[in-house]
């Protein structure tokens, strides 16, 4: 079954698929390569693992995790750009290496990674490679392209403007720059007292506030009967200001930490801060897909809500837009969310600060914590934000790449 937002079916993205399988087996056959896989993604921005391989001298390459922007996989991602290199000795700086962790997995010295789209985004990458060094691998890595003619199991294939090294390193060092896949313990300690005192603050208006306050709007409704027609107006006037006070405080409190999050989880959590907007901006948010478990990993759970939340805020108070979408998908291992808006966009490099004007970089650092990629495209025709977030965390640890 192909969920929503997948660029693969499940049995494509767990390794069973026969013609895959089938496929990177009689590449290598039929050109001599020493060894040939195909990289895949599970949603637009997550990271990319090589599924199908053919003359693989281990199981190691399969452990690789690659976030676009890291390793040879995620560089092409990124890019959407092939890439080349007949002598890696020669070609790219010893100093780099590390940054391709499978030409150590397989001890590659020669490859050729060609990006695969569907609809203009990569999704896949082949990966065709040599153990050894030959003038005659440019000419084969040639002879593959010319009869691949495009296509590759339905989708379309790269194979102009190839990335030079110092293109590569430039990819790199943006993408390091803007989206760090590591986990930084010290903020994550920040954020989590924070989401601490947020709940305490949040128990304390519910059930302390909110609760005097309801004992003395039970108290005024005692004298009801006590007072002339003049006092029950005054009466009835206070019990109404009780009644507004009352839901100001539910909303504040499910703002700071909704018991939701704590109880029922995520997806819950966020159907009913979404209810609270509707109300307070006029703006429908419709929920699409669909998740495989109710519940995740707590950290998860708190920053994928957090980004959400302040993701629909921002496209409730200044996109414009009447409806804000929200997908929810889960597959391979990985959560993928978006907030997306029909709305008139803003400029994501250098936004007009609005407010507090913490919300973005909030996002970011959130999803830093937990390893997640966040991805934020706007333009005149709306705003996408997008969160891929492995669903198994470990804090304080890097994701392998």
């Not at 079954?1 to 895959?20: D, I």
């Not at 399988?21 to 390569?33: C, H, Q, T, W």
């Not at 780099?96 to 490859?111: G, H, K, N, Q």
């Not at 979408?325 to 008139?344: A, K, M, N, Q, R």
């Given at each position: ?46 990271p990319l693992k ?11 390459h399969r452990r ?239 920053q994928a809500y ?96």
């Open positions: 079954m192909r969920v929503g937002a997948s660029n693969f079916s499940e049995c494509e993205l767990a390794g069973t698929c026969a013609e895959y399988a089938r496929l990177v087996e009689d590449i290598k056959r039929s050109y001599g390569f020493d060894f040939v896989s195909l990289g895949l993604t599970a949603f637009i921005g997550a090589w599924v199908y391989s053919a003359g693989a001298t281990g199981e190691r690789i995790v690659l976030a676009p922007g890291h390793g040879i996989g995620g560089i092409t991602i990124k890019a959407g750009k092939p890439m080349m290199f007949t002598d890696i000795d020669e070609e790219i700086d010893p100093r780099e290496y590390s940054s391709y962790p499978i030409v150590f997995a397989e001890d590659l010295r020669s490859f050729c990674a060609l990006p695969l789209t569907r609809k203009g985004r990569v999704v896949a990458v082949l990966l065709t490679a040599f153990r050894s060094v030959s003038d005659h691998h440019q000419e084969v890595y040639r002879d593959l392209i010319l009869n691949l003619d495009g296509s590759l199991l339905g989708m379309d294939v790269v194979s102009t403007d190839f990335m030079d090294f110092e293109s590569i390193a430039a990819e790199k060092r943006v993408d390091t720059q803007r989206n760090p896949i590591f986990v930084r313990s010290d903020l994550s300690r920040v954020i989590a007292a924070q989401e601490d005192e947020r709940k305490r603050i949040s128990r304390e208006l519910h059930d302390g506030i909110a609760q005097e306050l309801l004992t003395v709007s039970f108290s005024l409704k005692l004298l009801e009967g006590h007072v002339d027609q003049a006092g029950a107006e005054v009466l009835a006037s206070a019990n109404n200001n009780i009644g507004r006070i009352l839901d100001e405080l539910h909303n504040i409190s499910v703002e700071l930490r909704p018991s939701t999050l704590d109880h029922l989880g995520f997806m819950a959590a966020l159907h009913s801060q979404a209810s609270v907007y509707e109300k307070t901006y006029g703006t429908e948010i419709v929920f699409e897909g669909s998740l495989s478990r109710s519940r995740f990993d707590q950290a998860l759970e708190t957090r980004i959400c939340q302040e993701a629909i805020l921002n496209a409730c108070k200044y996109s414009e837009a009447d409806k804000i979408y929200v997908t929810l998908e889960d597959s391979d291992g990985w959560l993928h969310v978006s907030v997306i808006d029909h709305g008139c966009g803003f400029d994501t490099e250098r936004p007009v600060i609005k407010g507090s004007g913490c919300g973005l970089s909030g996002m970011r650092e959130r999803a830093s914590i937990i390893g997640a990629m966040l991805t934020m495209e706007s333009g005149p025709n709306g705003t996408k934000v997008t969160l891929v977030s492995p669903m198994n965390i470990v804090e304080g640890k890097e994701v392998d790449a």
